[in-house]
């Protein structure tokens, strides 16, 4: 159960955030697994003033178009899915809505299943199937 939260500047059209939602949840479902209808995600603009985003750390090229994607997820996935899961939404972006590749940052917490409550306060993969 991923939850995803997408940050990005100011002025981009509804169809450009729908583009992002849609190209994250493909590559999600493509490479980590994620079932249909398991989609929770947010996207936050913001202004210059309240999104500061290095244009060269790591020597990367970075534009103002920058798309920070950060995934909690459980930690069940290897290496080689995680490697995948970037790879294939940097495509997915890249197609639609046309974000540079330089322009994806992507950071990935994990936790552990018990950390989830889908709603009425219980914690549903942590419950004692006793």
Request: aromatic content about 10%; cysteine-free.
């Amino acid at each position: 159960m991923p939850l995803v939260q997408v940050s990005l500047r100011r002025g981009k059209p509804a169809a450009y955030h729908q583009a992002i939602f849609d190209g994250v949840y493909r590559a999600m479902r493509e490479t980590f697994n994620v079932p249909e209808d398991d989609r929770f995600m947010t996207l936050t603009e913001h202004d210059a003033s309240t999104f500061s985003v290095s244009p060269t750390y790591f020597g990367i090229a970075r534009s103002d178009d920058v798309v920070i994607i950060q995934i909690t997820a459980n930690n069940t996935r290897n290496r080689e899915q995680k490697q995948a899961l970037y790879r294939r939404i940097v495509e997915l972006l890249g197609d639609k809505p046309g974000v540079r590749p330089e322009d994806v940052f992507i950071n990935l917490v994990e936790v552990l299943p018990e950390n989830w409550s889908f709603g009425h306060g219980i914690a549903q993969y942590a419950v004692d199937p006793r």
